[in-house]
């Protein structure tokens, strides 16, 4: 199968190393040619897992999308939600036709206020038969180190996902598939804003056990929201076959909550250290997704109208300025 990787982050250099490791060539967008350059010569990304080093006959780099896009069969698409819109707007309306595309995208558009597929649903005729997921628990630092990671695929046709997953499955990578596609992929947004939270709390100085009950009632949370907003109260027995306290929902979200290596707790960390946002996301030159996605999920919320106090504390810590403090006081009392 021909693969094409749109995306030069951490998590874009680890499936790149993923795909490689089992000896598929890939085609990859860089935006940047300098970046392209460097790969080409020194045979790593220089500024993502610099430690992860490729055999570039199995590389086809481009800083082309359409080139990148035309040459595959099944696109992965792993940009930072806020630029994915930026990034595919030049696509012809019928870029996607008879291709796969998996998403390894942890967010909301932000412009739009979608998902991925609804996005491309809307935008390029996208069917979700034809959309997979890519999810974790799973940190690229810790693929680079090759130490045993697990991924979660998930499509509407669970025979074409675990097809799929058998191309990322090596050595240090366990896969896993599941039908869940929309629900997989608000778990990933909203774990992102709980570990935004979770590292507020430890600049605020909380500890373990304030911590531990924090994290159970953020995966309640979860759930609540997931079925509120995909669930009739009458689909019960649909309800009953999705078990959040599996890897992708629960796994994702611990791990993301409490590893030094999660983007989203080290983002939450400076706030409540006293950072202001900007500041923050000028000293980590990163994108924290949970921040993004505080406000989607805040805008999805006035419509659903599901119980998410956490949730909406954090959205005003981040948007509404009000102090980290003052906010967790509200969560303590919340907390059960």
Known sequence: MKFGIIGGGSWATAIAKILTDNGN???????????????????????????????????ALSSSIEEVVKNAETLIIVTPSAY????????????????????????????????????????????????????????????AAEKLSYL????????????????????????ITNTDVIGVQYAAILKNIFAVG?????????????LSVYIAN??????????????DENDTEEQNLVNYATSVYLGDLLVTCYSLYSRNRTFGNMIGKGYSVKAAQLEMNMVAEGY??????HKTNQQIHAQIPITTTIYQILWEHIPAEEGFKKIEALLV
């Not at 300098?34 to 990304?45: C, D, E, G, M, S």
């Not at 953020?218 to 669930?231: D, N, R, S, T």
């Open 25 to 59: 060539n890939i085609h990859w967008f860089f935006r940047n040619e300098k970046i392209i350059a460097h790969v080409k010569h020194r045979k790593h990304n220089p500024h993502y897992l610099s430690q992860v080093y490729f055999n570039t006959d199995q590389l």
């Open 84 to 143: 994915t819109e930026d990034i595919l707007q030049s696509l012809p309306k019928d870029a996607f036709k008879g291709k796969k595309i998996i998403s390894a995208i942890k967010g909301i558009l932000p412009g739009s206020n979608q998902l991925l597929n609804e996005y491309l649903a809307e935008q390029f005729d996208v069917e979700l038969k034809d959309y997979y997921t890519i999810l974790g628990p799973c940190h690229a630092e810790e693929v």
């Open 152 to 175: 979660t695929f998930s499509g509407t046709d669970e025979n074409e996902a675990k097809h799929l997953s058998g191309f990322f499955k090596t050595d240090y990578i366990n896969v």
């Open 198 to 210: 979770a590292g507020i709390a430890h600049g605020l100085e909380y500890g373990d056990n304030f």
């Open 218 to 231: 953020c995966a309640h949370e979860m759930g609540v929201f997931i079925k509120q907003l995909m669930w």
């Open 292 to 297: 993004f996605a505080s406000k989607c999920v």
